[in-house]
T-cell receptor, first 114, second 114 residues
Framework: GDSVTQMEGPVTLSEEAFLTINCTYT??????LFWYVQYPGEGLQLLLK?????DKGSNKGFEATYRKETTSFHLEKGSVQVSDSAVYFC?????????????FGRGTQLTVWP | ETGVTQTPRHLVMGMTNKKSLKCEQH?????MYWYKQSAKKPLELMFV???????ENNSVPSRFSPECPNSSHLFLHLHTLQPEDSALYLC?????????????FGPGTRLTVL
């Protein structure tokens, strides 16, 4: 079945450091891929998405490229800020899903120190 | 109001109480979801409603009873809960069949069962 595996946290970085959070997926066909972010005390917010191979999603300095050959969708940011401290979730939606069901990874806690 | 709203944001209840969580979406979507988010556990999909019909129930105990009176509103009725039911309950909505199937989340209700 469809599933997502993302790197275990927590991840702790200093401000302006480079961030990578790995995400790989298993799916039939060509799923859509997402990164969601959850700030403390809030719900999940869509950070970026990609709907087909080689698409690059980007938002707020974060990027992720849909790599079909490696079934990956790694999240990157060149220079993190304290305000990026949050939990990050990788997710996929099967192509043609009539229920819009999402499969989530377990989440990666990121803490950025000044 | 825009997006997905949830009330109350915080709820404390005893094991013998009956309470309800409310979710409302202002996005014109026709699918709605309840998730449970517990500390140290993956996000759990509880119920899926499509066009006001429950289409998925992931082995959720009967002390949780969902209701979807129309495509904009979703309730989760709670009765005789257990302390292990304490968690963040998240509501989401989507429009299945669109190119990405992304879900939009509310801020959640933080439930504490005493």
């Amino acid at each position: 079945g469809d599933s997502v595996t993302q790197m275990e946290g927590p991840v702790t970085l200093s401000e302006e450091a480079f961030l990578t959070i790995n995400c790989t997926y298993t799916a039939t066909g060509y799923p859509s891929l997402f990164w969601y972010v959850q700030y403390p005390g809030e719900g999940l917010q869509l950070l970026l998405k990609a709907t087909k191979a080689d698409d690059k999603g980007s938002n707020k300095g974060f990027e992720a490229t849909y790599r079909k050959e490696t079934t990956s969708f790694h999240l990157e940011k060149g220079s993190v800020q304290v305000s990026d401290s949050a939990v990050y979730f990788c997710a996929l939606s099967g192509r043609g899903s009539t229920l819009g069901r999402l499969y989530f990874g377990r989440g990666t806690q990121l803490t950025v120190w000044p | 109001e825009t997006g997905v709203t949830q009330t109350p944001r915080h709820l404390v209840m005893g094991m013998t109480n009956k309470k309800s969580l409310k979710c409302e979406q202002h996005l014109g979507h026709n699918a709605m979801y309840w998730y449970k988010q517990s500390a140290k556990k993956p996000l759990e999909l509880m119920f899926v409603y499509s066009l006001e019909e429950r289409v998925e129930n992931n082995s959720v105990p009967s002390r949780f009873s969902p209701e979807c009176p129309n495509s904009s509103h979703l309730f989760l009725h709670l009765h005789t809960l257990q302390p292990e039911d304490s968690a963040l309950y998240l509501c989401a909505s989507s429009q299945p069949g669109t190119s990405a199937n992304e879900q939009f989340f509310g801020p959640g209700t933080r439930l504490t069962v005493l």
